[in-house]
């Protein structure tokens, strides 16, 4: 997306488009499935349509291998609508921010109300195995850049819904919450970067959610952030980290990670 576009008028345009092709009036709930999540949201539901993002206004197609790039609606009860997007546009891309939030700001448009934004990332505490999904309670933003442009106050205090929280904990009472760092990247952090990360309050690290996250602020939606642990962050296990690591750890998180998407389709 050119920066010289208005952001706003793609979405809706982009949204236009998306209901048309899922033919459905609207969404009520959108989900970003990241690194490590696809596979568990696979059956949950009545899958009404699917549609590749690269062909709606404004998206353009991912370029990791495995990341997706598809938008696919599901019918929940009393005749609700959820949009899973697989695959996300990252900053490291080097797109630009607008292209980072097109998806959450397209959800938005067709009317979703509530965004649930995954990923998978390093955690900062040892309790947290590789494979456990951790609730994200706050972030910080350290890529130095911002979706909003001009004076957009935007009120951060609870992003990450409390209420939506308490509903994921009451669906699986074992998680924890953590507050999630997110870098430029895309290369990994260095031990040091990760120890930073660490003394200012931050507990996971990765390269998405929080971009995304303001600007679903921005446009009044309700957010709930989950991230997967899949690897102890840099310089925190004594071992390198390796993308065959992450896959893994997602293969084996799915069940859990499956009954908790399930259960928050029902309530949310
Ligand atoms: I999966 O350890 C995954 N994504 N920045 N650091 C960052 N991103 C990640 C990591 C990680 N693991």
């Known amino acids: 997306m050119s920066e010289h576009t208005d952001p ?3 979405a809706r345009e982009a949204a236009t488009a998306l209901t048309a092709r899922l033919g459905v009036g609207r969404l009520d709930v959108a989900l970003v499935l990241g690194s490590g999540w696809s596979q568990a949201a696979e059956g949950l ?3 009404i349509a699917e549609c590749p993002l690269g062909e709606l206004p404004g998206f353009s197609a991912p370029v990791v291998a495995g990341h997706g790039g598809v938008v696919r609606a599901l019918r929940l009860p009393g005749e609700r609508v959820a949009a899973l997007f697989t695959g996300r546009t990252h900053f490291y891309e080097g797109k630009g921010a ?3 939030v097109h998806g959450v700001r397209t959800a938005a448009a067709a009317g ?3 965004l649930v934004l995954t990923n998978g990332c390093g955690g900062l505490d040892p309790a947290w195995r590789p494979g456990t999904p951790v609730l994200i309670a706050d972030h910080i933003n350290l890529t130095g850049a911002t979706p909003l442009h001009g004076p957009t106050f935007v009120d951060l ?4 819904s409390p209420a939506l929280r308490a509903l994921a904990r009451g669906i699986d009472p074992s998680l924890d919450e953590g507050v999630y760092v997110q870098f430029r990247g895309p290369q990994y ?7 930073m990360a660490g003394i ?6 990765g390269m998405s959610t929080a971009l995304e996250c303001i600007a679903a602020r921005e446009a009044g939606l309700e957010v709930l952030g989950i991230s997967l642990v899949t690897n102890a962050a840099a310089g925190m296990s004594g ?3 390796s993308h065959a690591e992450v896959l893994e750890a997602g293969r084996a998180a799915v069940p859990r990670l499956r009954r908790l998407l399930a259960g928050l389709l029902e309530v949310l």
């Open 8 to 10: 706003a008028a793609v």
């Open 45 to 47: 539901g009545e899958v």
């Open 98 to 100: 607008a292209a980072v």
């Open 112 to 114: 979703a109300t509530r």
């Open 157 to 160: 205090t609870d992003a990450y």
């Open 189 to 195: 952090e260095t031990p040091a970067e990760v120890r």
């Open 200 to 205: 200012l309050g931050g507990s996971l690290v």
């Open 239 to 241: 071992e390198p980290l």
